[in-house]
């Protein structure tokens, strides 16, 4: 019989020459495991007697510092109190139950040399020939490395989340340095550092760990050949790896910087954007002089890619703020140029306005103003604006010399041209007096005909740029026509609005068992006819004719043809037989009319309407090319009328199909432009057919006032400050309750 102690142990597993084998079981799983980079151990009785151990066991737990066996694993492996383990394993071998745990945590090493470790393991009884149990055999696989890259993976997602979310810059570079950091399993210092707009220095970006006086001493590096780690890695476009700073050259004007900071390796990776331009650097600094393993380095580029998406987003955060800031700043321009127009046509007076131009100037523009004008070939000061009393009365004062060489005033007058300086003007003037640093003398032209001058005066350091030169120069030509234009402006309003009124009803007539109400509100300023019109007159035999419409364009050709469309529906409609007829008169007239007078489309609703006593109204209508009618009840929603006909003035023949109905008492039909339908809120939303109907079922209507009210007030309240750009138009029958 062979002795057990002949035996030659598997390899890469460790026992005492005379130590038996407790079985063939046991000597497999010494064979299969002695190479394994799985976690074997083999331990005896109540004290865990470390028997045997594949090698994968003893670099785990601390190298070959622990590489022993006949020692309790308590004895060697003292850290194990208190964590739990020892007590698993005296309930396995207490009770001959199995266990097995996942990912489980444990603390490895004392002292310097203690680490976080992380292991799938398995404890299993050891039995003897008679089932009892000699022991606790530990099989498992370190996570460590798969523990780590989960979090840096779950820590590089909430990066990813925060870059989507926009978190600021810094924050997402301090969480991305702080979170390799921490999970690194050696220690590593991270470095951020940015790339200024020429690519030609790096700026710090984010460093936590890295002492203040350093990071503060490599804040606005050049990039370039040999400035240490980072500075070269930029201008390479190139990782650069330095294992040892002590004795590398790159580091040889940053070597005393880094032994006070206790840096001894740096290696760092470009941050670069997608068309290849320089972002910035991340860098990874150690203590001690190290070489990159491939998962460092991978890990450096996930992370300046992750960096290099940060920045990319940011600067195009920035791009977009700037363009908003250009875009809000020319939004601002232009309302001050509009409600300069609106001050400065206020007034027909040519004084006024001109006094309007002086205080819109300052202090917008600067703080002291002036305008002067030529009468009778003299100048007169007609207006100035300061920021006191006194100095409003020392510049009012002063008045120009119509021809003197050396005053700038003059000098403008004669050419016509802006003239700016950063000086005193030349010239006699209360310059000392007021601080006067510089000035923008601007000249006011009617049809090229220089008749006056804007100067602003600056004080202090401020100075005049090509923006404010801009926005004084077309002050100056807005206010040099204003009092012309507000003069015919005046006039041309009065005169629209003289001519629409003649082109619509001039009063609503008073009907048997019916009520009317009509509703106009021209576009903008009145300054055009509109081209929305509406008309109610009798037929005889109580009869009654009624239209709405609209004519394609605004002005004087709309006007043209709105008198042509009433007047001859009402020279035909006594004549003709129905609705349908007069229609057809009418889009001959139109076809017929000279192109002089307009060749625009219309779009009616024309009918007749004959009172039933005690039932309502008898109403036969036809549509072209025109909003739906609205049928108006108690008892249902309003609802469109089905009437189908094509524009008039396109085509001699129309397809008309008159609708009759009925309205019974409280009735009311409804007639309306799509200008009340398409106007828009501050969005560019329409108000819609589906507002409008929701506006006629909230409340009961008994009058066609209210239907009126009804419309417009909810209008108003969509468009709010938008309005309308088209004239809005109304008109409601309502057939009157019975008795």
Same mark, same amino acid.
């Given at each position: ?7 030659? %142990? ?12 407790? $079985? ?27 028997? @045997? ?36 394993? +005296?309930?396995?071998?207490?009770? $001959? ?51 780590? @890259? ?14 989507a979310r926009q978190a600021p810059l810094e924050q997402v570079l301090e969480g991305m340095a702080r979170a390799i950091e921490d999970l690194a399993p050696e220690e590593v210092l991270v470095s951020v550092l940015l790339a200024d707009a020429d690519g ?43 294992t040892d700073i002590s004795t590398d050259p790159f580091w040889d004007d940053f070597r005393d910087l880094a032994d006070r900071a206790g840096l001894a390796a740096c290696w760092s990776t470009p941050i670069l954007a997608r068309d290849g331009s320089l ?6 600094y150690h203590r001690t002089p190290r070489a990159p393993q491939e998962a460092d380095l991978a890990l450096a580029r996930v992370f300046a890619e992750t960096a290099a998406l940060a920045v990319e987003r940011h600067q195009a955060e920035e791009a977009r ?70 100095? +409003? ?27 700016? @300086? ?115 007159? %009798? ?38 037989? $129905? ?78 199909? %008159? ?65 309308? +750009? ?14």
């Amino acid at each position: 019989m062979t002795h057990v102690s002949e035996q030659q %142990p598997a390899p890469g597993l460790s026992r005492d020459v005379d130590e038996p084998y407790p $079985g063939d079981a046991e000597r497999d799983l010494r064979v299969l495991f002695g190479q394994s980079t799985a976690v074997f151990a083999s331990l005896a009785g109540p004290a865990h007697m470390v028997e @045997a151990a594949n090698p994968a066991f003893f670099t785990a737990i601390g190298g070959e510092t622990r590489a022993r066996t006949r020692v309790p694993l308590g004895q060697l492996m003292p850290e194990l109190a208190g964590q739990g383990f020892l007590a698993l394993l +005296d309930r396995v071998y207490r009770t $001959g139950e199995r266990h097995v745990g996942r990912s489980a945590r444990v603390v490895l090493g004392t002292g310097p040399d203690t680490r976080e470790a992380f292991f799938d393991f398995t404890y299993e009884p050891r039995l003897d020939a008679g089932g009892n149990v000699i022991g606790v055999r530990v099989i498992g696989v370190e996570t460590t490395q798969l523990m780590h @890259a989960q979090r840096l993976a779950a820590e590089h997602r909430v990066l990813l989340e925060q870059i989507a979310r926009q978190a600021p810059l810094e924050q997402v570079l301090e969480g991305m340095a702080r979170a390799i950091e921490d999970l690194a399993p050696e220690e590593v210092l991270v470095s951020v550092l940015l790339a200024d707009a020429d690519g030609r220095h790096l700026r710090h970006g984010a460093a936590p760990s890295l002492p203040d006086f350093y990071n503060q001493a490599i804040d606005g590096i050049a990039t370039g050949e040999g400035v240490g780690s980072c500075g070269t890695a930029a201008h390479r476009r190139a990782p650069v790896i330095v294992t040892d700073i002590s004795t590398d050259p790159f580091w040889d004007d940053f070597r005393d910087l880094a032994d006070r900071a206790g840096l001894a390796a740096c290696w760092s990776t470009p941050i670069l954007a997608r068309d290849g331009s320089l972002l910035g650097t991340f860098a990874m600094y150690h203590r001690t002089p190290r070489a990159p393993q491939e998962a460092d380095l991978a890990l450096a580029r996930v992370f300046a890619e992750t960096a290099a998406l940060a920045v990319e987003r940011h600067q195009a955060e920035e791009a977009r703020r700037a363009a908003e800031a250009k875009e809000k700043a020319a939004r601002a321009d232009l309302a001050f140029l509009l409600e300069a127009s609106t001050l400065l046509t206020a007034d027909l007076d040519h004084t006024q306005t001109l006094q309007r131009l002086a205080a819109l100037c300052a202090p917008r523009l600067a703080p002291l103003c002036a305008v002067d004008v030529v009468e009778a070939g003299r100048v007169r000061r007609v207006a100035t604006a300061a920021p006191t009393a006194d100095e +409003d009365r020392l510049l009012a004062s002063h008045i120009p010399v119509y021809d003197a060489g050396d005053d700038a005033v003059a000098r403008v007058l004669a050419s016509g041209l802006s003239e700016v @300086a950063r000086r005193t003007p030349t010239g006699p003037g209360p310059w000392h007096d007021l601080g006067v640093t510089g000035y923008l003398c601007v000249p006011l032209l009617d049809r090229g005909r220089t008749f006056g001058a804007l100067t602003l005066l600056t004080t202090g350091e401020n100075s005049f740029d090509g923006h404010t030169v801009a926005l004084a120069e077309e002050l100056a030509r807005r206010a040099a026509s204003a009092a012309l234009n507000a003069r015919q402006y005046t006039q041309r309003v009065a005169l629209a609005r003289d001519l629409q009124a003649g082109l619509l009803l001039p009063e609503v007539p008073a009907l048997r068992d019916a009520q009317i109400a009509t509703y106009y509100h021209p576009a903008g300023e009145g300054l055009e006819i509109g081209g929305d019109f509406y008309d109610v007159f %009798p037929l005889g035999d109580d009869k009654w004719a009624f239209m709405l419409g609209d004519v394609c364009g605004r002005g004087a050709t709309a006007a043209t043809t709105t008198a042509l469309v009433r007047h001859t529906a009402r020279a035909v409609a006594p004549l003709l037989p $129905g609705p349908e007829a007069v229609v057809q008169a009418i889009n001959k007239a139109l076809l017929d009319r000279p192109h002089s007078h307009g060749t625009g489309f219309v779009t009616l609703v024309y009918g007749h309407l004959t009172p039933v006593p005690r039932s309502g109204l008898d109403i036969t209508l036809v549509r072209a090319g025109h909003t739906f009618p609205l049928h108006i009840t108690s008892t249902h929603p309003p609802h469109p009328v089905p009437c189908e006909g094509p524009l008039l003035g396109i085509t001699p023949h129309l397809p008309l199909v %008159p609708h009759r109905l009925r309205l019974r008492p409280t009735e009311s039909l409804l007639l309306y432009t799509d200008g009340l339908t398409e106007a828009r809120n501050d969005h560019g939303e329409q108000f819609g057919e589906d507002r409008l109907t929701q506006a006629l079922v909230a409340q009961h209507h008994t009058s066609p006032e209210t239907v009126i009210d009804a419309v417009t007030r909810a209008v108003r309240a969509f468009s709010g400050s938008a309005g309308g +750009d088209d004239d809005q138009a109304a008109l409601v029958l309502t057939a009157t309750p019975a008795g």
